[in-house]
């Protein structure tokens, strides 16, 4: 398994710019996060989905929209990039079966600088 | 969400024990207390997570208080991989959680060879 997948993992965006991170993974969980981290900071939850067609805003979702038509995909959009988005994404994903008391897996990353 | 208090930063020596506090004094009963570590340039990985009980597994120990207003991870042996920083997050179980856990800024542990 590959566990949790993110692309690209780098990018650079100018102010006003759009683009979609993307997050995959292959372990059939139903629920998946978005985060981002700012340097030297914890992790503030952008958005989140419990299964496929269903999603609901975290604690930081201005900005940003998402998606989730399969079990697999969680894509992050940003549109009209600002330099306070530029951060470090972070996707991750949890099993069903133990929504609260099980692990969150974590993809490895993607840094996006807005210029 | 409770609130969670850790030390910014701990030091220790490679092969010694470390033990990372936690203050939690606003955790319900119902709250589970999950550590999760962050290696540099990495994504969280979890560590270890619990209720009343202590518990222990193949990376660390967590010990809980009695009136878990406070825990401990337990390193047994650092070594240098365990230098990262590290989360102590309360979690409510049940309702409309849905697993999402609130990381605060953690405590940044560095291994000294």
């Known amino acids: 398994n590959a566990g949790v997948t993110q692309t690209p993992k780098f990018r650079i965006l100018k102010i006003g710019q759009s683009m979609t991170l993307q997050c995959a993974q292959d372990?059939?969980?139903?629920?998946m996060y978005w985060y981002r981290q700012d340097p030297g900071m914890g992790l503030k939850l952008i958005y989140y989905?419990?299964?496929?067609?269903?999603?609901d805003k975290g604690e930081v979702p201005n900005g940003y929209n998402v998606s989730r038509s399969t079990t697999e995909d969680f894509p992050l959009r940003l549109e009209l990039a600002a330099p306070s988005q530029t951060s470090v994404y972070f996707c991750?994903?949890?099993?069903?079966?133990?929504?609260?008391?099980?692990?969150?897996?974590f993809g490895e990353g993607s840094r996006l600088t807005v210029l | 969400d409770a609130k969670t208090t850790q030390p910014n930063s701990m030091e220790s020596n490679e092969e010694e024990p470390v033990h990372l506090p936690c203050n939690h004094s606003?955790?319900?009963?119902?709250?589970?207390i999950h550590w999760y570590r962050q290696l540099p340039s990495q994504g969280p990985e979890y560590v270890i997570h619990?209720?009343?009980s202590n518990v222990n597994n193949r990376m660390a120990s967590l010990a809980i208080a009695e009136d878990r207003k406070s825990s401990t991870l337990i390193l047994h042996r650092a070594t240098l991989r365990d230098a990262a920083v590290y989360y102590c997050?309360?979690?409510?179980?049940?309702?409309?959680?849905?697993?999402?856990?609130?990381f605060g800024q953690g405590t940044i542990l560095t291994v000294h060879p």
């Open positions: 997050i309360p979690s409510r179980a049940g309702g409309t959680s849905y697993g999402k856990l609130t």
């Open positions: 989905s419990v299964g496929a067609g269903i999603t």
């Open positions: 372990m059939n969980h139903n629920y």
């Open positions: 991750a994903s949890s099993p069903r079966d133990t929504p609260n008391t099980g692990e969150l897996f």
């Open positions: 606003t955790i319900s009963g119902t709250d589970y």
């Open positions: 619990g209720l009343t």
